[in-house]
């Protein structure tokens, strides 16, 4: 007789876990068991509600839980962390309180799964709350559950603590350096990301590929192609197999680098991509103004058979402003809808904008802009319409745009700056005072922009008038010599663009030191005859950066590539890869 129900209970065992992750097939499997009295068994019906989780149906999962009368520790273990690992994280706080509840002890898989719910619906005060369990539970020094909360933090945007949790561990593993590193990226903290995975270095840990992936990120963010190119030697030295992930974050890291041709090299021996890494290179291109090798990509990308998705259009898309390829993108966003069945979202729309706005069609983008709904007229598709007009100088059409994003977005500073630019452009100077006057009332202040550039596998950082340099009186006076080089070759300056209060010989002061001139100047002063620059800006280039630099391209023969806050410029002899449409 114990045989038989031993057998019979196996059977009901395989007949549970061959249902596998499908809900019908999983009723049916229930149905079974309360039919062959087995619904009482833990060990079924633990496995029954984990399934249920992977299928999605969490509310068959909670179903299932309350027909239990005295769930064990094992039960609510396992379904905490299958809640949490299938993304309910809610529910994996409710199983939690539910175990807290029934005076169940929790253990450190129920820690690090209940962190990561936290962390996933960035809830601070129940993932401090969490943390004091931790500590009550005596679970403070083990390393999955340090490494969940270092990860809980940076998620939650306070990367110090994240770092407080991180230096008190005493022995560090993998994943608690990758969520570190992570961590710090997440936060725009790039250059501490690098410094954290050196620290990883010299302490003996080996990184794996997900370390990697993470550091790639921060060097995208630095824009800095010497540390780029360390890092790709870094992953070739430690034998780490190149999977479609780790290849595709170096396409990122290289295009985010300047060098679009290091990008296309790892584009071209991977073994196999995806629709990830296809879109990765697409927009590689179109930030460097490639607009051409961009659609050859895509071509190529849909004769292989790989589907494009939302971020896919928005790629090619935007090479298409980038580079002026108004037909080629109209063809595109046709394709998109009629042939993928693709619902044009936002990103969609701010590219369609700008690139009409770029090529000089303001009227068809402003005819655009009126053709979308009243719920896709978002912020970002009126700040893309009044680049626009601010490009082309349209006063009347200008105004009315910014007064629209002002409504939308009355605590965004950067709308009030380009209405008192599109003021200044037409004169009213009243007008730009009055713009003035309201960003001071609001406490309202410009975003700063700043301009980086590596120079002899060393970082400097410049603000407009800098003076913190120990060298500024030489890159000074360099700068001044080099603007009068550019005056003679017929460079004039865009005072309009300048603070508007100022007198004229002011305004030409305050845009001649902006960071990106400081920034060449001092690369051209520090580097031999060909090298080519390479400076990173937070901020869009102004137009008068954008004009100097080119003509300092011809009067030193340097090639110059700045990464502004949207796309690369690449400065060569006179001209610009973006062919002025920035």
């Given at each position: 007789m114990?045989g038989k129900?031993g057998?019979?209970?196996?059977?009901?065992y395989?007949?549970?876990?061959?249902?596998?992750?499908?809900?019908k097939r999983?009723?049916?499997?229930?149905?079974?068991?309360?039919?062959t009295?087995?619904?009482?068994?833990?060990?079924?019906?633990?496995?029954?509600?984990?399934?249920?989780?992977?299928a999605?149906?969490?509310?068959?999962?909670?179903?299932?839980f309350?027909?239990?009368?005295?769930?064990?520790s094992?039960?609510f273990?396992s379904?905490?962390?299958?809640?949490?690992?299938?993304?309910?994280?809610?529910?994996?706080v409710?199983?939690?309180?539910?175990?807290?509840?029934?005076r169940?002890?929790?253990s450190?898989?129920?820690?690090?799964?209940?962190?990561?719910?936290?962390?996933?619906?960035?809830?601070?005060?129940?993932?401090?709350?969490?943390?004091?369990?931790?500590?009550?539970?005596g679970?403070?020094a083990?390393?999955?559950?340090?490494?969940?909360?270092?990860?809980?933090?940076?998620?939650s945007?306070?990367?110090h603590?994240?770092?407080?949790?991180?230096d008190?561990?005493?022995?560090?593993?993998?994943?608690?350096?990758n969520?570190?590193?992570?961590?710090?990226?997440?936060?725009?903290?790039?250059?501490?990301?690098?410094?954290?995975?050196?620290m990883?270095r010299?302490?003996?840990?080996q990184?794996d590929?997900?370390?990697?992936?993470?550091?790639?990120?921060?060097?995208?963010?630095?824009?800095?192609?010497?540390?780029?190119?360390?890092l790709h030697e870094?992953?070739?030295?430690?034998?780490?197999?190149?999977?479609?992930?780790?290849?595709?974050?170096?396409?990122?890291?290289?295009s985010?680098?300047?060098?679009?041709?290091?990008?296309?090299a790892?584009?071209?021996?991977?073994?196999?991509?995806?629709v990830?890494?296809?879109?990765?290179?697409?927009?590689?291109?179109?930030?460097?103004?490639?607009?051409?090798?961009?659609m050859?990509?895509?071509?190529?990308m849909?004769?292989r058979?790989?589907?494009?998705?939302t971020?896919?259009?928005?790629?090619?898309?935007?090479a298409?402003?980038?580079?002026?390829?108004i037909?080629?993108?109209?063809?595109?966003?046709a394709?998109?809808?009629?042939?993928?069945?693709?619902?044009?979202?936002?990103?969609?729309?701010?590219?369609?904008?700008?690139?009409?706005?770029?090529?000089?069609?303001?009227?068809?983008?402003?005819?655009?802009?009126?053709?979308?709904?009243?719920?896709?007229l978002?912020?970002?598709?009126?700040t893309?319409?009044?680049?626009?007009?601010?490009?082309?100088?349209?006063?009347?059409?200008?105004?009315?745009?910014?007064?629209?994003?002002?409504?939308?977005?009355?605590?965004?500073?950067?709308?009030?700056?380009?209405?008192?630019?599109m003021?200044?452009?037409?004169?009213?100077?009243?007008?730009?005072?009055?713009?003035?006057?309201?960003?001071?009332?609001?406490?309202?202040?410009k975003?700063?922009?700043?301009?980086?550039?590596d120079?002899?596998?060393?970082?400097?950082l410049?603000?407009?008038?800098?003076?913190?340099?120990?060298?500024?009186?030489?890159?000074?006076r360099y700068?001044?010599e080099?603007?009068?080089?550019?005056?003679?070759?017929g460079?004039?300056?865009?005072?309009?663009?300048?603070?508007?209060?100022?007198?004229d010989?002011?305004?030409?002061?305050?845009?001649?030191y902006?960071?990106?001139?400081?920034?060449?100047?001092f690369?051209?002063?520090?580097?031999?005859?060909?090298?080519?620059?390479?400076?990173v800006?937070?901020?869009?280039?102004?137009?008068?950066c954008?004009?100097a630099?080119?003509?300092i391209?011809?009067?030193?023969?340097?090639?110059i590539?700045?990464?502004d806050?949207?796309?690369?410029?690449?400065?060569?002899?006179?001209s610009c890869?973006?062919?002025?449409y920035w």
């Amino acid at each position: 007789m114990e045989g038989k129900e031993g057998g019979r209970k196996s059977a009901e065992y395989e007949a549970v876990i061959s249902a596998g992750p499908h809900l019908k097939r999983l009723q049916q499997a229930h149905a079974h068991l309360v039919v062959t009295g087995c619904h009482r068994s833990r060990a079924l019906l633990t496995k029954l509600l984990t399934l249920s989780c992977a299928a999605g149906s969490i509310a068959y999962t909670r179903r299932l839980f309350r027909s239990f009368s005295d769930p064990d520790s094992f039960l609510f273990n396992s379904l905490i962390k299958a809640s949490s690992k299938f993304g309910f994280s809610h529910d994996t706080v409710f199983f939690y309180r539910r175990m807290l509840h029934s005076r169940i002890a929790p253990s450190t898989y129920t820690f690090t799964s209940v962190i990561k719910a936290c962390a996933d619906i960035s809830d601070i005060r129940l993932g401090a709350i969490v943390h004091s369990h931790v500590f009550v539970s005596g679970y403070v020094a083990d390393s999955f559950v340090q490494a969940a909360l270092v990860t809980f933090y940076a998620k939650s945007c306070i990367p110090h603590v994240a770092r407080k949790v991180f230096d008190e561990m005493p022995q560090k593993s993998t994943v608690a350096w990758n969520s570190m590193i992570s961590g710090y990226g997440q936060n725009g903290l790039a250059r501490e990301a690098v410094e954290v995975y050196n620290m990883m270095r010299e302490s003996g840990v080996q990184p794996d590929s997900g370390t990697f992936v993470s550091v790639l990120s921060a060097c995208s963010q630095l824009g800095s192609l010497h540390l780029g190119c360390w890092l790709h030697e870094c992953i070739v030295g430690s034998g780490i197999t190149m999977n479609v992930v780790l290849a595709t974050s170096l396409v990122n890291m290289f295009s985010r680098c300047g060098d679009v041709g290091r990008a296309r090299a790892v584009f071209d021996s991977m073994n196999e991509g995806n629709v990830v890494s296809w879109t990765a290179m697409i927009s590689g291109y179109g930030m460097h103004g490639y607009g051409v090798e961009a659609m050859e990509v895509f071509r190529r990308m849909r004769e292989r058979g790989v589907v494009p998705n939302t971020v896919t259009f928005v790629a090619v898309l935007s090479a298409c402003a980038h580079a002026g390829l108004i037909d080629e993108g109209r063809v595109v966003f046709a394709s998109m809808k009629q042939d993928y069945g693709v619902v044009p979202s936002v990103e969609h729309h701010v590219c369609m904008v700008d690139m009409f706005g770029r090529g000089g069609l303001l009227n068809e983008a402003y005819k655009f802009v009126k053709g979308l709904r009243p719920k896709e007229l978002v912020p970002a598709v009126w700040t893309a319409m009044l680049g626009a007009c601010k490009m082309h100088k349209n006063f009347d059409i200008g105004v009315e745009v910014a007064e629209h994003l002002i409504n939308a977005e009355p605590e965004n500073p950067g709308h009030y700056v380009l209405l008192s630019n599109m003021y200044a452009l037409a004169g009213r100077m009243d007008r730009v005072e009055s713009v003035r006057n309201v960003m001071i009332q609001r406490g309202l202040k410009k975003q700063v922009g700043y301009s980086t550039i590596d120079v002899d596998n060393r970082s400097y950082l410049f603000s407009m008038g800098d003076k913190s340099h120990p060298e500024t009186n030489e890159i000074y006076r360099y700068l001044d010599e080099l603007m009068w080089k550019c005056k003679d070759a017929g460079y004039a300056p865009a005072p309009e663009l300048a603070m508007h209060e100022l007198e004229d010989e002011e305004r030409e002061y305050a845009l001649r030191y902006h960071s990106e001139k400081l920034a060449v100047a001092f690369g051209l002063m520090k580097t031999g005859h060909g090298v080519t620059l390479r400076v990173v800006k937070n901020l869009r280039i102004c137009e008068d950066c954008h004009s100097a630099i080119k003509f300092i391209s011809v009067v030193t023969n340097r090639e110059i590539i700045v990464r502004d806050k949207l796309r690369f410029h690449h400065f060569r002899e006179g001209s610009c890869s973006c062919l002025d449409y920035w």
